[in-house]
């Protein structure tokens, strides 16, 4: 639009979309950081944005601009082939997990806070432990809560799921049992049991 007569452009703030945040990282790391290789340029993404036709390019938002141009680089560079990306495409539209929420219509999430119950605290220590000791990273216990049954899923408050997915990653890893589980767990149900009564 260089020279041509426009309106005032009023730049605004938003918060971004975690897509958007997730394009933006993805360019970043293309780009290279200091000491990696360089898999396109910053350059040759703004060429390809700017070569999108006038209907696409009118018609997408910022990013959606920038993914189309990065998927562009990396197929221009052999990174990837327009076949293989198609397959992605469609494998991520029809094979989604049952929590798998992104993108389609849900309504408004609205958060909000609460007063962590004793034992909610006790689940996110616990997480941190295991995670400064290397036994759980935080993307493995994201993984197992992904991994849960969809009737479970369903049924778990939040820090319920956090609690199934560090139990069936410790076992798993072979650092507990389910009988050692189950044990413990009923010794915790007999002390509050003894409490209660």
Known sequence: MGGEPGSRV?????????????????????WGLKGTKKICTVDEHRRAIEALPPEAYDSMQYYEKWITALAQCMVRRGVVSSEEIARRMQGAMF??????????????????????????????????????????AVDERRLA?????????????????W??????????????????????????????ADARG
């Open 145 to 161: 809560i992904e991994s849960l049954p969809p009737e479970l899923y369903d049924s778990l408050a939040y820090y319920e799921k």
């Open 10 to 30: 009023e730049p605004t703030e938003h918060d971004y979309q975690d897509w958007e945040r997730r394009v933006d990282a993805m360019a970043v790391l293309l």
């Open 163 to 192: 609690l199934a997915s560090m139990a069936q990653t410790l076992v798993s890893r072979g650092l507990i049992t389910t009988g050692e589980l189950a044990r413990k767990m009923a010794e915790v149900t007999e002390r509050g």
């Open 95 to 136: 094979r989604r997990s049952h929590h798998d929420m992104g993108g389609l219509p849900a309504g408004e999430v609205k958060p909000t806070e609460h007063e962590y119950a004793d034992w909610e605290r006790r689940v996110d220590a616990l997480s941190v432990v295991l995670g400064a000791r290397s036994l759980i």
